[in-house]
């Protein structure tokens, strides 16, 4: 794997986890996932990250298995790791921003550390904010009025959020689930560069 995805990698993972001194990921406070075996797949290589409460025999069966079983065979891997109920999974894409979008920031507002778009009755049309955050960087959520949907408003929001992270020297990560075709979209209009594959086992 080169040196720059797998620094990407580190960055993002580090928004929401600790790693000890054996390289086990610890959830922090707040973290949004509390994932128990984390696998990103780029390019020219794949990556593991697992949380002690999973065995060292389960850990080094996980490890020798094909990175496209880890990411398709949800079924079979959560009978490994021996999760038997609240089964959840994060499925999906990951960039950065590699330059501050092009947009009009016409109609953006900032409040509560969200970017927005209202209507002038004051109703939130569409808005983007921080979902996890670190001094190097931070990572978005976006959200859009179903009504107020192929109208820009979303691509003005996260536009303004990340020239906000960029301009404060943080690295500003997008991420969206496989089969979320709505964030695809978007991501489709921003200057991204797709770096990894992620599925996160909680």
């Excluded at 390289?23 to 922090?28: E, L, R, V």
């Excluded at 409040?111 to 190097?136: H, Q, Y």
């Excluded at 009025?145 to 992270?165: N, T």
Aim: glycine share 4%; aromatic share 14%; charged share 20%.
């Amino acid at each position: 794997m080169n040196t720059k995805d797998l620094s990407l990698i580190y960055l993002q993972m580090q928004m929401e986890y600790y790693f000890d001194n054996y390289g086990y990921i610890i959830h922090k406070p707040d973290c949004t996932s509390k994932a128990r075996l984390v696998v990103y797949k780029t390019i020219d290589g794949s990556i593991c990250f697992f949380n002690k409460s999973i065995n060292i025999n389960t850990i080094n069966r996980l490890s020798n298995m094909p990175v496209d079983i880890l990411l398709n065979n949800q079924k079979e891997i959560y009978n490994i790791i021996g999760i038997i109920n609240n089964k959840s999974i994060w499925h999906g894409y990951s960039y950065i921003f590699t330059s501050i979008p092009e947009y009009n920031n016409e109609l953006i507002n900032f409040k509560n550390d969200k970017f927005i778009i209202e209507d002038k009755n004051g109703n939130i049309l569409s808005k983007a904010w921080s979902a996890r955050e670190s001094v190097f960087a931070a990572e978005p959520i976006v959200d859009t009025l179903i009504d107020q949907q192929k109208k820009g408003y979303g691509k003005k929001v996260i536009s303004a959020w990340a020239e906000y992270q960029i301009n404060k020297n943080r690295v500003a990560f997008y991420s969206h689930l496989i089969d979320n075709n709505a964030s695809a979209s978007l991501a489709a209009k921003l200057p991204l560069y797709k770096f990894a594959e992620i599925i996160a086992y909680n």
